[in-house]
Every structure is written in C-alpha cells, then in structure tokens.
C-alpha cells in the first residue's frame, strides 16, 4: 500500500493527475463521514490528556489547545470540553506569545513545541486512531489493498522536528498505515 499526503487546497485535475487512479480521502474537519472521524478537531470523547489522571478531554486539538500556555494566560481546561469543531484555536493575537505547553493540566513543567509534539500531541492522536477511530483506520488499510491512497490535509508536514510548519495529521495516519510512527 502506498500512501501519500497532499494539500487540501490541490484541485482534482492536479491530484488525478499526480495520483492516478488513487482513492483520495480528506481527512480534515471539513471532510466527509466518516474520514472527518481521523480529524483532530472531531469531538470522540474520552481522550485521555497526558499528565492528567482521570481527565479526558473531546478531542486531539482540544488537549493540544487546552495544554497551551501563553504570556497573557496559562492553561485552558474549558479546550477539553468543546464538541464542535470550531472554537478550539488560542491564538497569540489574543493571549501573547506561546511560552510552551504545560506538562498536564496542573504540572509545573513547560514544554518546548517539539517536546509537546512529542509527549502530547503524537501519544494522543495515536490514541485516537487506536480507539476511537480504529475502523476508519481498517477502512484506509483495505482501501489500501486495491490502490494507492491519497489523504488530503491543509498542511502536509510529517517531520516532528521540523517546526516551521505545523505538523500534518494526515501524514501521521500514513506513519501509522505504514508502521512507522515517529
């Protein structure tokens, strides 16, 4: 199975042409059932939230937000419970520069973007395509079998280390499709 990552923002005739015959699936908030499911801003309930016994959160963004820390604010346990998919974003235009992500929601440690990437954004979306999203994961595996899949995101950086852009989920579900998550 060959799976590949391109950006949402291609149009059709492009992606035919760059992948011919390949299934292509959007996997971000705007796509459809049920590949909006692998969406870290889909609302699954009971994620866990790293470094925080007995607390789950709706979504993968909503912990990813929730544990931001900003000049102007600290943590925002309300990120936890959003069940839209909208009105996750904090944003530095509002609370001033990010000085990090705080080690769960009452540690004391503040992670740099890389570190958070690592400790609690990848554990926590790959939780989410373990248990919650598993059958649109066996789905992508056996559409797999017959062709090759084209997921379609708004970024499609797949390299954690590389801060510069954010980080690509979709290129994490094709880590994870092909056994090498980072």
Request: charged share 25%.
């Given at each position: 199975m060959?799976?590949?990552?391109?950006?949402?923002?291609?149009?059709?005739a492009?992606l035919?042409?760059?992948?011919?015959?390949?299934?292509?699936?959007?996997v971000t908030?705007?796509?459809p059932?049920?590949?909006v499911?692998?969406?870290?801003?889909?609302?699954?309930?009971g994620?866990p939230?790293?470094?925080t016994?007995d607390?789950t959160?709706?979504s993968?963004?909503?912990?990813?937000?929730?544990?931001?820390?900003?000049?102007?604010?600290?943590?925002?346990?309300?990120?936890?419970?959003?069940?839209r998919?909208?009105?996750?974003?904090?944003?530095v235009?509002?609370?001033?520069?990010?000085r990090?992500h705080?080690?769960?929601?009452t540690?004391t440690?503040?992670?740099?973007?890389?570190?958070?990437?690592?400790?609690?954004?990848?554990?926590?979306?790959r939780?989410?395509l373990?248990?919650?999203a598993?059958p649109q994961?066996?789905?992508?595996k056996?559409?797999?079998?017959t062709?090759?899949?084209v997921?379609?995101?708004?970024?499609?950086?797949?390299?954690?280390?590389?801060?510069?852009?954010?980080?690509s989920h979709a290129?994490?579900?094709?880590?994870h499709?092909?056994d090498?998550?980072p």
């Open positions: 060959a799976v590949h990552v391109a950006s949402r923002r291609r149009g059709a492009w035919a042409k760059a992948h011919p015959g390949a299934a292509v699936v959007d908030s705007k796509g059932q049920p590949w499911r692998l969406s870290p801003f889909y609302p699954h309930g994620i939230v790293p470094f016994p607390v959160a709706q993968v963004e909503g912990v990813w937000q929730a544990l931001k820390v900003f000049d102007g604010e600290d943590v925002d346990p309300g990120k936890l419970d959003v069940t998919m909208a009105g996750l974003k904090r944003t235009r509002k609370s001033g520069a990010v990090g705080r080690e769960g929601l540690g440690r503040l992670l740099g973007y890389e570190e958070a990437r690592r400790a609690i954004y990848l554990p926590t979306y939780w989410v373990e248990h919650r598993a994961v066996a789905a992508l056996e559409l797999g079998g062709r090759d899949v997921l379609l995101d708004y970024t499609t950086n797949g390299d954690v280390a590389d801060l510069a852009t954010p980080l290129a994490l579900i094709a880590a499709l092909e090498r998550w």
